[in-house]
């Protein structure tokens, strides 16, 4: 079990030592529960909100520059939409938009978790049949935007992270995801380009090796055990090499000055019409729940200058 001295949200990075293999770990436990604190998610959805949660962090891991990773998931079953954020130094949020009937319709039928321990037909049914899958990144210090998009494929979130590996980096990947109510979790496995002439049969075997090292754990691990006893249960043949963690929190990055350009962007006949209707303005982040409140003062001020360009307000800012 996990030490009292050990850190509750952590990604750690380890290889296999002088072989084209690396891989990343992650435990979620208060950031989890803090970036759920201001909405209940029914467990379908909480758990693979919580899998979307730690596979972002794992994927920001293998960023080399400043900026943001978004995984996005949209599909027509019971979970239109889950968004998953993570920056360079694993401040992290996500939201997800579900139909509550679709769900609670799931829930009775037996099929009450999505995930660890669960089948690939209760992963279908909240993303549907037509879902796809898109990591967006985003670098600070250069004007760079990168987007892959798939299909969601597979019966599994971890499924469709292997197959966007597969379509979109060409990077051979095996992923484990786990959630629950109290923590979240994942281990991602890679074999990367060799850099040097090499025995390719060996390395084939090294990788073989590595996969079947993955296959040797389950989720229940994933979320009981510690790093350094998950590497010795999958990985006890190989010569592993693990770093030092980095710290994960949950910080969302709205504000009031986004919102203010988000309103702007709506232009004043709008922004007035609520207004007029309701008395006041309030923008209430999807992320946080925190409420932006305008009155009629606030809203006067934000057009002093006059009409800002029109624009569509995006679904998730």
């Known amino acids: 079990m996990q030490s009292p001295g050990t850190p509750r949200d952590e990604v750690r990075r380890f ?30 959805v909480r758990e693979l909100l919580g899998q979307a949660v730690a596979a972002s962090v794992l994927l920001a891991a293998t960023l ?18 889950l968004v998953a954020q993570c920056t360079h130094d694993y401040r992290l949020r996500a939201v997800a938009r579900f139909d509550a009937a679709a769900v609670s319709e799931l829930a009775a039928n037996g099929a009450s978790e999505a995930g660890a321990g669960s089948t690939g037909g209760v992963f279908r049914r909240l993303v549907g049949s037509e879902g796809r899958f898109a990591v967006t990144v985003e670098a600070d210090e250069r004007n760079m935007r990168y987007q892959g998009i798939v299909p969601l494929s597979g019966d ?13 980096e060409q990077l051979p990947t095996r992923v484990l995801l786990a959630a629950d109510g109290e923590r979240g979790a994942g281990v991602l496995v890679q074999k990367l380009p060799q850099d040097t002439a090499g ?7 090294i990788w073989k090796q590595a996969e079947r090292g993955i296959e040797q754990l389950s989720a229940e691990d994933l979320l009981r055990y510690p790093v350094e006893e998950l590497l010795g249960r999958g990985f006890a043949a190989h010569d592993m090499r693990l ?8 910080e969302c990055r709205c504000s009031h000055g986004r919102v203010t350009s988000l309103l702007r962007a709506l232009g004043p006949e709008e922004v007035r019409d ?13 992320f946080c729940h ?10 006067d001020a934000l057009f002093d200058d006059g009409p800002q360009p029109g624009g569509n307000s995006p679904a998730i800012h």
């Open 15 to 44: 290889i296999v030592e002088n072989r084209p293999v690396r891989g990343h770990w992650v435990r979620l436990e208060g950031a989890w529960r803090e970036l759920r604190a201001h909405r209940d998610y029914p467990q379908p």
């Open 243 to 250: 770093f030092r963690g980095a710290p994960v929190q949950f």
């Open 156 to 168: 599994s979130l971890a499924g469709s992270l292997e197959s966007y590996f597969a379509r979109s």
């Open 64 to 81: 080399k520059f400043r900026g943001q990773l978004t995984l996005q998931l949209q599909g027509n079953g019971a979970v239109s939409l």
């Open 199 to 205: 025995d390719d049969g060996q390395m084939r075997e």
């Open 290 to 299: 925190r409420p932006y409140r305008f009155d009629a003062n606030d809203v």
């Open 274 to 286: 609520v207004l007029r209707e309701q008395g006041a303005v309030t923008v209430t982040c999807e």
